[in-house]
T-cell receptor
Framework: EAGVAQSPRYKIIEKRQSVAFWCNPI?????LYWYQQILGQGPKLLIQ????????DSQLPKDRFSAERLKGVDSTLKIQPAKLEDSAVYLC?????????????FGPGTRLLVL | GDSVTQMEGPVTLSEEAFLTINCTYT??????LFWYVQYPGEGLQLLLK?????DKGSNKGFEATYRKETTSFHLEKGSVQVSDSAVYFC??????????FGTGTKLQVIP
C-alpha cells in the first residue's frame, strides 16, 4: 500500500513570494491533515479535512495561508505572501476516518526555507 | 485549550538501560492518547496509542498507560537498543478533537 505522498520535498523562496505544497493521501482515507513543524517543536495542526469539507482550521493564518481538497482526495496548501517565520517543515497526514483513536499516517514532509 | 507537556531532552542512555519519557496533558473531555516516533531521516509514525482511561498501549517493547487521575501517558521500555534512538512525540486528540502534539523528546542510546 502506497504511503502519503508530498511534493516538493524542499523549497527555498524569498519573503513575499508565494509557494504551494501538494499532498496525496493513502487511498480510501477520508481525513487529511496539514501540520506545520518548526525546528525544535512538535507539529502544529493547520487544517483538517473530512472528505472535502473543513473540520478544523482554527490555527490556519487565513490572511496568508489557504488550503483546498478538491474531490476529497488530493490537497494543496498555499502560502501567499510568505514570511520569514513560515520557514518550517510542512507535514501532510491522513487517516481512515476522523473517529477517536484513528492512526494518522504521515508523509515525508516539505521543508520550506524563506529567505 | 488542550496541551501536552513532555520532558525535555535530549535523553542519553546506555544500551539495555530502562527508559521513561514523561508526558502529561490538559484536555477537555476524554481524548485518545498517542506516542509517535520519528527515526533519523524518516517521517513520523505511530508507536502506540490508548483510547480510554486505564488502557495500555504497547509496541516494539514500549508501553504507556492512560492515567486519567494523573493526566499522564508516560512512555517506558525495559531495555533500550541503539536502534531506538529517535525523537518521541506525545499527542492527544483524535475524532473531531484537534490533535495536539508535545514538543518532542530526543533519545540517544549509546552502545
Amino acid at each position: 500500500e502506497a504511503g502519503v505522498a508530498q511534493s516538493p520535498r524542499y523549497k527555498i523562496i524569498e519573503k513575499r513570494q508565494s509557494v504551494a505544497f501538494w499532498c496525496n493521501p493513502i487511498s480510501g482515507h477520508a481525513t487529511l491533515y496539514w501540520y506545520q513543524q518548526i525546528l525544535g517543536q512538535g507539529p502544529k495542526l493547520l487544517i483538517q479535512f473530512q472528505n472535502n469539507g473543513v473540520v478544523d482550521d482554527s490555527q490556519l493564518p487565513k490572511d496568508r495561508f489557504s488550503a483546498e481538497r478538491l474531490k476529497g482526495v488530493d490537497s494543496t496548501l498555499k502560502i501567499q505572501p510568505a514570511k520569514l517565520e513560515d520557514s518550517a517543515v510542512y507535514l501532510c497526514a491522513s487517516s481512515l476516518d476522523a473517529g477517536g483513536g484513528e492512526t494518522q499516517y504521515f508523509g515525508p514532509g516539505t521543508r520550506l526555507l524563506v529567505l | 485549550g488542550d496541551s501536552v507537556t513532555q520532558m525535555e531532552g535530549p535523553v542519553t542512555l546506555s544500551e539495555e538501560a530502562f527508559l521513561t519519557i514523561n508526558c502529561t496533558y490538559t484536555a477537555t473531555g476524554y481524548p485518545s492518547l498517542f506516542w509517535y516516533v520519528q527515526y533519523p531521516g524518516e517521517g513520523l509514525q505511530l508507536l502506540l496509542k490508548a483510547t480510554k482511561a486505564d488502557d495500555k498501549g504497547s509496541n516494539k517493547g514500549f508501553e504507556a498507560t492512560y492515567r486519567k487521575e494523573t493526566t499522564s501517558f508516560h512512555l517506558e521500555k525495559g531495555s533500550v537498543q541503539v536502534s531506538d534512538s529517535a525523537v518521541y512525540f506525545c499527542a492527544l486528540g483524535g475524532g473531531y478533537q484537534k490533535v495536539t502534539f508535545g514538543t518532542g523528546t530526543k533519545l540517544q542510546v549509546i552502545p
